[in-house]
């Protein structure tokens, strides 16, 4: 089936623009895993500060400024950062002791405490309390693992359920310890709604919230579950709710919250931004890349401040045109990809049935068989492809080339029409990389995907003059049969059209096809030769002209010339079978240093830069494409044959 091009132009150019929206990381980084942001400190305008906890995978690793980007309304800012210490971390781990805990939920509760006690740092202090009727503080804070531990195990499940009580009995003792320089955290764990507390839920989320306390709640699900109230008590301290299924997921929650614990890191940077402002965070270390993004209220910054000198600067930085909204990747997402398959599935109903025959030939040929074959698609795109072919008009040698490209490509296209195929696709792909990626990375686009789709073209070409080098010497065969047969040499050629396979039928079916319209046969077979772009078939063209001009037996010739051609073939097999290994090893180091060099640009974007920015970069990046440009051109020619 012919597909016209035309009408694919805009499915095409939207169904590039929606893939590299999915394969080019957005600027800041693709998020693999969570990164949580909290403790927001505005009170130092222009200062802005925020304690990020990293994920698990991290935990052990020495992170710096290297590792986090900041983004402030699209705009990058420098970036300080030190590791929170452990060492003044207070943990208070408030357990539900009801009669409903009884059995394996209490078993697991106490096991998967014992190991956050055992995984906390030396000198970290840990408070055990167990609430059923009423709260009981089982261990004040301690950093005596042994009594901790006796603690843990000297709980029982009985009772109701006074959670609310037990939250208040907690931040009272909490709010009386005598050190405000304590990083402290309240991990609660319940199964259940309060049954039988003094006090409200409201004087609860009144006194947690009031104090600088860290607050995590682990929900065992139950029918008696009450997620909302654990809900409004993480609001209220910027903490989250973590749902736990059954009993034996209790201990996976613990051991999270406890690496979050101890791979927390401060974040400070100078803003220059008044009211509220997108913050984004990105962590790239070690293969894993995690973001976070949140609304922030920075307030406003007094006009007699001046900044600190201790402050870092913010170098320039590229801020991504239009509201901020636009740089969210869900909203190109939510944009391109409807179009795009809007546009694609159009294309799709309009060109999913076969040409007729005599509009084909029509094209192909530039003939009047049936009028000029038009486009169905009208406006734009015609005068775009107009316009295309006056502009190569203007050079017939290139326009020939092109044209010649394409047609031994077997693409029923005209030269104009590729042109504007080629311009919608690298505007489409350029216009989200300069969303995505910025200019630098635009103008690196435009020239990725111009070279791409010449490549393809190429691709293509080479891909079916091999095939109908492949499938010559079977040809041959069944032409010298026919002509055996009796048949004239028009009717041998004919009866290839019926019976080889595509690109041999269709080419012999255009020599057939253009001899019947009145061009010299031999011509006709010189036309495809040339289309070939192979010596084999030009052999073969010689060798028909020969006959017609002093006769002769064709079909024992074409015996002979097939025979030969054949066992070239065979010997070309052997040689790309014997070769692959070895070109695909030289493929793969060909690509390999772009393909390492992409990803940590997008990964560690300051250490692989130094190759662009110093003279002894630049030397080194010259001196290895002359190396691998010679290495590629010596593979090439030792796996070339030649006879």
């Not at 989250?240 to 209790?250: G, K, L, Q, T, Y």
Request: net charge negative; hydrophobic share 45%.
């Amino acid at each position: 089936m012919r597909v016209r091009w035309r009408l694919w132009l805009p499915g095409l150019a939207a169904s590039v623009a929606t893939f590299a929206v999915f394969a080019v990381p957005p600027a800041a980084g693709q998020s693999g895993v969570p990164l949580d942001m909290q403790d927001v400190d505005t009170g130092s305008r222009p200062g802005v500060a925020f304690t990020v906890t990293a994920p698990r995978e991290l935990v052990g690793v020495d992170l710096g400024e290297d590792h986090f980007s900041v983004f402030e309304n699209g705009t990058e800012r420098a970036v300080r950062v030190s590791r929170v210490s452990s060492d003044a971390l207070e943990v208070v781990l408030v357990i539900d002791t009801s009669g409903s805990m009884q059995g394996a939920p209490m078993a697991a509760a106490k096991g998967a405490a014992i190991d956050f006690i055992s995984s906390m740092p030396r000198g970290t202090r840990v408070g055990v309390v167990g609430f059923g009727t009423e709260p009981k503080v089982a261990r004040p804070l301690s950093t005596d693992t042994e009594a901790l531990i006796a603690a843990v195990q000297g709980l029982d499940a009985t009772g109701e359920t006074a959670l609310y009580d037990a939250v208040i009995t907690v931040t009272e003792e909490l709010a009386a310890e005598a050190n405000p320089d304590a990083r402290r955290v309240v991990i609660v764990l319940s199964d259940g709604g309060d049954t039988a507390s003094v006090r409200t839920l409201d004087e609860a989320v009144g006194l947690i919230g009031g104090v600088k306390t860290g607050f995590y709640a682990v929900a065992l699900a139950t029918a008696e579950s009450d997620l909302g109230a654990l809900g409004r008590m993480a609001t209220a301290t910027g903490g989250r709710v973590v749902a736990a299924s059954e009993p034996s997921e209790i201990a996976a929650v613990y051991e999270d919250i406890a690496s979050q614990l101890v791979n927390q890191y401060r974040l400070s940077y100078r803003s220059d931004t008044e009211g509220t402002a997108t913050i984004q965070v990105t962590l790239a270390a070690e293969g894993i890349t995690a973001t976070v993004a949140e609304q922030v209220d920075l307030g406003f910054i007094a006009e007699t401040e001046s900044p600190r000198a201790d402050a870092p600067s913010a170098p320039a930085a590229y801020t991504a045109p239009g509201p901020s909204f636009l740089a969210a990747r869900w909203t190109l997402l939510a944009g391109v990809i409807p179009m795009g398959m809007a546009l694609f599935v159009v294309g799709w109903l309009t060109t999913s049935h076969r040409e007729p025959k005599r509009r084909r030939l029509a094209r192909e040929l530039g003939s009047a068989l049936g009028g000029e074959a038009r486009s169905v698609f009208t406006g734009m795109t015609d005068r775009a492809t107009a316009l295309a072919d006056r502009m190569l008009s203007q050079n017939d040698e290139r326009a020939g080339r092109l044209n010649a490209k394409l047609e031994q490509a077997g693409l029923a296209v005209r030269p104009g029409e590729f042109i504007v195929f080629s311009l919608a696709v690298v505007a489409g792909g350029t216009g989200v990389v300069l969303l995505m990626l910025g200019p630098a990375m635009a103008v690196g686009a435009v020239t990725v995907l111009g070279i791409g789709i010449w490549q393809g073209l190429n691709h293509m070409q080479r891909r079916r003059q091999r095939a109908l080098a492949d499938q010559l010497g079977d040809t041959l065969q069944l032409l010298a049969g026919s002509l055996r047969a009796g048949h004239g040499l028009i009717q041998a050629l004919d009866q290839v059209t019926r019976e080889a396979e595509s690109p041999t039928a269709e080419e012999f079916h255009r020599v057939i096809v253009e001899a019947r319209l009145g061009r010299d046969l031999s011509d006709a077979l010189s036309a495809m030769a040339k289309r070939a772009g192979n010596e084999d078939v030009e052999w073969v063209v010689q060798a028909i002209r020969i006959h017609r001009e002093v006769g002769g037996d064709l079909s024992e010739i074409l015996d002979r010339v097939g025979e030969t051609i054949r066992d070239r073939n065979r010997v070309r097999g052997q040689i790309r079978s014997l070769t692959a290994e070895g070109r695909l090893s030289g493929i793969i180091l060909m690509a390999l240093p772009f393909l390492v060099g992409g990803w940590m640009y997008l990964t560690n974007r300051p250490y692989i830069m130094e190759l662009f920015t110093r003279p002894a970069g630049r030397v080194i990046l010259a001196v290895g494409a002359v190396l691998m440009t010679m290495g590629a051109a010596v593979m090439k020619r030792l796996v070339k044959p030649e006879f």
